[in-house]
């Protein structure tokens, strides 16, 4: 029997508790402990990625303690593993291994907990993203909750990080509270946890009020991971607190983990079930929209560089939201390359961010310009990662991209593809606009907004900032990662493989026979047609022109003070500032309220829609 | 916003939610229509195939133990969470309680509470005990008794003094315990394995009587482990906030 499935997650909470008993007796070898933290994490990555290509050619099942479903009900806990979820949770390894190498320099003393809650978190994700039981996926969502909450506090001396925390922890908490009830509710309607068999049996009856309750209830959590507007508030406080290389894992992995929560529950439960497909695309594709727009708008008028990067990958999230939205084969690919190609970049530019921490002991771009001059290959890389943040060509981001837009253009949505371009050339530009202005010096320092600067100046015990040296552990992780970034994009016949990986995500009967039955689908249904993968010119010419765009946008922000119609001191965009603060207040009791409307709009339009 | 416009927005989406909610959960099945199958399966297997009379327990532990491997991490990754945030952190020092009153003795716990304390701890022990071996025969098991058996140790707490119940859980035991009984359930999963079986497989030999302590395999095993893991994390979230808050704790 093949237990590959079972040790991705089994080995890294083993190493968790093995940390924990033996950090105390290591006393002063406690290099031990980052050794194996970091090799733990690059053997699941490796285990991940094997799992991922088998399942290329059929989706994998693991019964846990060997219990197989009973004339079609399931009575143990399974993992079923496709390309999809197996390369997610790969990406999670990944970003895992990259940020542990990186902190293996970047605090002054790590604590055992820092080490052991890495490792929860990692055996969160992974069970997350591999388990086919909808309460064994609300288990997994709790540990990496609970995990997130204590790494986003790991610097309790001041008040911020326990506020950013406490933010973060309450806003999930009441997310997690409301996919519960929404699990009790289709227990009590289907007897069934296997999301397979839930699938089934509600499919037999025609949809009514308690089915559409129980889904917007358990996506309710989902949405609130994955940022999604009006329920993101509490994310660019996170990032804004947390250490830097678990802000990689906030931005990179752990907010896509919640979009592919919501796939997955559509997916195998409830897409055939509530059918009106129509109705829940569009209600999907608007949050997205909303979503991209607001975070882009709000990213660009950032100067705190953590919250900056923060709010990009809100707007990021919106577009990935947009492809699964749409319901397509090409949609979903689409957004799963994205999902890869940003995690890789993002990561990388929160690792440059926490570079730039760690030297010159600032996260405030007014305050840096200029002063990175001296970090040269930190420079080059966090280009490259914005360049690849602004959709260039061959990043994979282009790709995934390019698919998102394509696939909306061809089901009715042409207004998404400029939309969605004014955004990463917005989100793009910014990044660009920090990179421009601290590693090249060039045009002028961003004037100084006393809130967003008192925003800026939180950042101070984190690590030991002013070194006159970037050690190596730290500045190959980010490369690598902007490299594969690159690799992954130049993979030919990548859109193909993707689109069959997103076929066989998104057959329900598919997915129902191979979990309930052990079929081996050879040639899933597809859902909605395929589309062509090929890149055409006309894509290059969108994926060049975001950079080109985002580019001209930086240099104009840093520039355009010095041209000499504009009144000097008029800063563009600071009734936008007022909103930021308006809105991102900071009170939870604000957040909380925010979400209950939210949650409100949303599931009276599905109700209406539906039934 | 203000507290007006945060309560008039709330007030909305809060009427709101609750009319979409209540409108579905009017949709639930009658009471006593339970719908099945999981249910009705496992009373009728859980008992020959665990040898496990309380049925319970052999979900928790054995049918869906991988869930419950989840769920311990989840405490021991939240007690883990509390050593962090609340750590002894640079530039703080602690000092005993006693130094804040040098003019006059603290007062003495009252003999009543003593005597109390001291009368529940025996049998708190064995109540915590009993709880998490019997998770076989009776809805109990290591999640209860690791709860009771903490408290166990907090009466120690109530009858003594503060720094007695540290000498009594010093935090690198309590850790190293704890990690015993975390790794302890995955292990046993892992363990499994070696006999070419899947994760969590009850692997022991199950007995030959129904309901006995020695019956039922794994399930006593885990249910052990986890009781373990729950006292000494709830040890250990007690002691956390007792030294936040007993000892002061200062700059300089």
Redesign the interface.
């Known amino acids: 029997?093949d237990?590959l499935l079972?040790?991705v997650v089994?080995v890294p909470?083993?190493a968790?508790?093995?940390i924990?008993?033996?950090?105390?007796l290591l006393g002063r070898r406690r290099r031990l402990l980052d050794a194996v933290a970091i090799a733990v994490a690059a053997a699941v990555a490796v285990m991940l990625v094997v799992i991922m290509v088998r399942t290329a050619d059929g989706d994998e099942v693991?019964?846990?303690?060997?219990?197989r479903p009973?004339h079609g009900?399931a009575?143990?806990?399974d993992f079923e593993a496709g390309s999809l979820s197996a390369g997610l949770a790969a990406l999670a390894a990944v970003l895992v291994t990259a940020a542990m190498t990186f902190s293996w320099r970047y605090f002054e003393?790590v604590?055992t907990?820092?080490h052991?809650?890495m490792l929860?978190?990692l055996?969160?994700m992974v069970?997350f993203c591999l388990t086919g039981?909808i309460?064994?996926l609300f288990?997994?969502f709790?540990?990496m909750g609970?995990?997130a909450?204590?790494l986003t506090?790991?610097r309790?001396?001041e008040g911020g990080p326990?506020q950013g925390?406490l933010n973060f922890a309450i806003t999930n908490s009441v997310g997690a509270y409301l996919s519960l009830?929404g699990i009790a509710?289709i227990y009590?309607?289907?007897?069934?946890?296997n999301m397979a068999q839930i699938g089934v049996y509600i499919d037999r009856h025609p949809p009514?009020?308690?089915?559409?309750?129980?889904f917007?209830?358990i996506i309710s959590g989902l949405l609130i991971k994955s940022a999604i507007v009006p329920f993101h508030f509490w994310l660019a406080d996170a990032h804004a607190v947390a250490p830097t290389p678990v802000c990689v894992l906030f931005s990179g992995v752990m907010v896509e983990l919640g979009l592919y929560g919501i796939a997955r529950v559509y997916w195998s439960m409830f897409g055939q079930a509530l059918g009106h497909r129509a109705a829940i695309s569009h209600t999907f594709v608007a949050l997205g929209v909303l979503t991209a727009v607001a975070g882009a708008l709000f990213c660009f008028r950032e100067r705190h560089i953590k919250r900056l990067l923060a709010f990009s990958t809100i707007s990021h999230a919106g577009m990935f939201l947009t492809g699964i939205g749409l319901l397509t084969p090409l949609g979903l690919a689409g957004a799963a390359v994205y999902v890869i190609g940003h995690g890789l970049v993002k990561a990388a530019l929160f690792l440059c961010t926490g570079i730039v921490l760690h030297r010159l002991g600032s996260v405030n771009e007014t305050w840096l310009h200029g002063r990175g001059r001296h970090l040269r290959v930190t420079g080059v890389v966090f280009t490259l990662a914005g360049l690849g943040l602004a959709d260039l060509p061959p990043f994979a981001t282009f790709l995934g991209k390019g698919y998102v837009d394509a696939s909306s253009w061809a089901h009715g949505l042409p207004w998404v593809l400029p939309v969605f371009i004014a955004c990463t050339i917005l989100a793009g530009g910014a990044v660009l606009r920090v990179a421009g202005g601290v590693f090249y010096g060039l045009g002028d320092a961003p004037s100084e907004d006393p809130e967003m600067a008192e925003m800026a100046s939180e950042e101070t015990t984190e690590t030991v900032s002013g070194r006159d040296r970037t050690p190596l552990t730290m500045i190959i992780p980010p490369a690598v990662l902007v490299a594969a970034a690159i690799a992954f994009g130049l993979i030919t016949r990548l859109g193909q493989v993707a689109q069959a990986a997103a076929i066989r995500f998104q057959d329900q009967a598919g997915y129902n026979a191979t979990v309930l039955a052990g079929a081996h689908i050879l040639h899933p249904v597809a859902a909605a047609a395929a589309e062509p993968t090929g890149i055409t010119v006309s894509d290059v010419a969108a994926g060049t022109g975001s950079a080109v765009g985002a580019i001209a946008l930086a240099l104009a922000a840093l520039y355009w003070r010095r041209l000499p119609v504009l009144r000097r001191g008029y800063e563009p965009g600071t009734g936008l500032t007022a909103a930021i603060q308006?809105f991102q207040?900071g009170?939870v009791?604000?957040y909380?309220?925010?979400i209950?409307?939210?949650?409100?709009?949303v599931?009276?339009a599905l109700?209406f829609a539906i039934t | 916003m203000t507290p007006g416009q945060r309560r008039a927005m709330f007030l909305i989406g809060g009427a709101g939610l609750v009319a979409f909610v209540v409108w579905g959960l009017l949709g639930l099945p009658g009471f006593g229509h339970y719908p099945g199958p999981y249910g009705f399966i496992i009373n009728r297997f859980a008992l020959r195939q665990t040898h496990a009379t309380g049925t319970v327990s052999a979900v928790n532990f054995d049918y869906r133990g991988f869930d419950t491997v989840g769920e311990e991490f989840i405490l021991f990754a939240a007690a883990a969470g509390v050593a962090t945030v609340l750590r002894t952190l640079r530039g703080e020092r602690e000092r005993s309680p006693a130094d804040q009153a040098a003019d006059r003795d603290a007062p003495p716990t009252s003999g009543a509470v003593r005597m109390a304390a001291l009368m529940f701890t025996g049998p708190l022990v064995v109540m915590g005990w009993w709880l998490t071996s019997h998770a076989q025969t009776n809805p109990s098991g290591g999640f209860q008794g690791g709860v009771v058996l903490a408290t166990a140790f907090i009466m120690v707490y109530l009858a003594g003094e503060f720094l007695v119940f540290e000498r009594f859980s010093p935090v690198d035991v309590t850790d190293a315990v704890e990690a015993v009984g975390a790794g302890g359930f995955a292990a046993v999963g892992v363990a499994a394995l070696g006999f070419g079986l899947a994760y969590l497989t009850n692997f022991l030999p199950k007995g030959q009587v129904y309901g006995s302590v020695s019956s039922s395999g794994t399930i006593a095993l885990i249910s052990f482990f986890v009781g373990m893991e729950v006292a000494a994390a709830f040890i250990l979230i007690v002691v956390e906030l007792l030294d936040q808050t007993l000892l002061i704790r200062g700059g300089g």
Do not use: K
């Not at chain 1, 924990?20 to 105390?24: E, F, L, Q, S």
């Not at chain 1, 009514?208 to 129980?214: E, H, N, T």
């Open positions: 029997m237990q079972a040790l089994a909470l083993l968790a508790a093995a924990t008993g033996a950090g105390p693991y019964w846990f303690a060997g219990f009973f009900a009575i143990g806990i003393q604590a907990h820092y052991t809650l929860t978190f055996a969160g069970g039981d309460f064994d288990v997994w709790e540990l609970v995990s909450y204590a506090a790991y309790p001396e326990i925390a009830s509710l009590g309607r289907t007897g069934a946890l009514d009020r308690l089915v559409v309750v129980a917007v209830l308006r207040s009170v009791n604000d909380v309220a925010w209950v409307l939210g949650l409100a709009c599931g009276g109700a």
